[in-house]
């Protein structure tokens, strides 16, 4: 009898003793600095999401959809997290790039400058000074919004810079507005001023496009499709977790981050952003879970204004995959 305890004391010592089937390791780089639309992502590795998916994440700041997206196609980053038309442009041109999720199915830019101006429909930009940044995703979309409201160029003036040099343009009173996204800029400008933000939103006036979502090398796809299915199957779990609890979300930026912004307003972001990844099609779906119209609209758009190659509507579903999604309920 005491031989074979002892034995099985050493069988399970020695199970004991054995290693745990190591997680993967896996680089999420972002779009830009850390803010409140990334939340989820935060969110779901401090509740240990990622890590019942047997993924261990590494969250990475960005220094642009266009950096982030040649990181991916580089592979030096696993995961990326873009704005989807700006991948598209790199695609068409050969990156190996491809979207597994699209999260944000509305478009989130928009023309806003500070509440107190009263600026709150496009008739009210006659006469005004827009701050652009030539070049970027908003700025090629502007003639397409103002063609779809009946402004004209010379209605409003212009003043160009980068990002910050917009930005200061408002803050500082050079110009009444600036083009930007909803959650992104308004909470940079109320950071700095304290004054609330109104943004008139693209969206709003049948500009039908999808921003932000989760890209990958297209080899790396193939090669780990298991992972890719875990680290999508995760997301979504970390999305859906994080709408319910929007300031918990933020905190936990702050949590990794704590110079990542100032709770307030970095909830308030995150809040703005949660109405935009549904549509009217998607409503009570799961997150990223795209239509096929929805890409076709949004390459269509792109090729007629925003500067996509035209043979990209050839195809456009090359663009995007639904495939590593969970099903509904999994």
């Known amino acids: 009898m005491r031989k074979w305890i002892g034995a099985a004391s050493v069988a399970l010592l020695a199970f004991a003793a054995m290693p745990a089937q190591a997680a993967d390791k896996v680089v999420l780089m972002l779009n830009w600095y850390v803010y409140g639309e990334h939340a989820p992502f935060y969110y779901g590795k401090a509740k240990g999401i990622y890590a ?84 970027d995703s908003m700025t090629q979309i502007w003639p397409l919004f ?21 930005l200061n343009a408002v803050i500082n009173g050079q110009a009444d507005l600036l083009l930007g996204y909803v959650m992104d800029q308004s909470m940079k400008i109320k950071d700095a001023t304290g004054k609330d933000v109104y943004p008139i939103k693209f969206a709003d006036y049948g500009i039908n496009m999808v921003s932000s979502g989760i890209i990958a090398n297209g080899d790396y796809v193939k090669a780990n ?62 997150p990223f879970q795209v239509t096929d119209q929805n890409m076709a609209e949004t390459v269509n758009l792109l090729v007629e204004y925003g500067g996509l190659d035209a043979k990209a509507k050839e195809n456009p579903k090359a663009f995007y995959t639904n495939d590593y999604l969970p099903k509904s309920g999994s």
């Open 52 to 135: 019942a998916e047997g993924i261990e994440l590494e969250i990475q700041e960005g220094r642009g959809s266009a950096a982030t997206t040649q990181a991916v196609a580089a592979k030096t980053a696993d995961f990326g997290y873009v704005d989807v038309p700006t991948m598209m442009r790199a695609a068409i041109k050969g990156a190996p790039v491809v979207a597994t999720g699209v999260l944000l199915q509305t478009s989130p830019m928009s023309a806003m400058g500070f509440a107190d101006k009263n600026i709150r429909k496009p008739e009210d930009i006659k006469g005004k000074t827009v701050a652009i940044t030539p070049a």
């Open 146 to 166: 103002l063609k779809k409201t009946g402004l004209k160029e010379g209605d409003f003036q212009t003043v160009a810079g980068d990002g910050q040099t917009k």
């Open 225 to 286: 499709a298991d992972l890719v299915r875990r680290f999508m199957s995760a997301t979504t779990k970390a999305v859906e977790a994080a709408e319910k609890e929007p300031k918990a979300a933020a905190q936990s930026i702050l949590d990794a981050n704590p110079k990542g912004g100032k709770i307030d307003t970095l909830t308030q972001g995150f809040e703005l952003t949660i109405p935009l990844y549904r549509t009217a099609e998607t409503k009570g779906k799961r």
